[in-house]
């Protein structure tokens, strides 16, 4: 979509608050909000080092009941490691066992 190529260039560009305003725009809009979308508005947070803002994002998608993939997850954990939060990103990766999610190198 229009919404997700425009959150790539910002994310790319490392605009993780023009991501985000996006991303909150397209619930406005009413255009559906999936996994992918959230992963890559989480890596975008992750990118600014905005850990935090991708934390509450990525727990965001359970309570929308989105499934938290591999790219999520890493997403997520990126965020955490830039922030110097090792705790979360340790407990991060054992959710991840736990909830059989595929890991990678």
């Not at 850990?51 to 499934?67: A, G, Y």
């Not at 997520?76 to 407990?91: D, M, N, R, S």
């Amino acid at each position: 979509t229009s919404y997700m190529a425009a959150i790539s260039a910002c994310m790319k560009g490392e605009q993780w608050a023009h991501a985000l305003q996006l991303f909150r725009e397209m619930g406005d809009s009413l255009v559906t909000r999936d996994t992918i979308s959230y992963s890559a508005v989480v890596s975008a947070c992750a990118r600014g080092e905005k850990w935090v803002h991708s934390l509450h994002l990525f727990l965001e998608m359970t309570d929308t009941r989105l499934n938290r993939d591999t790219v999520s997850y890493n997403a997520a954990i990126t965020a955490c490691e830039k922030g110097e939060q090792w705790v979360y990103a340790l407990q991060l990766f054992r959710e991840m066992v736990v909830s059989r999610v595929e890991r990678n190198t």
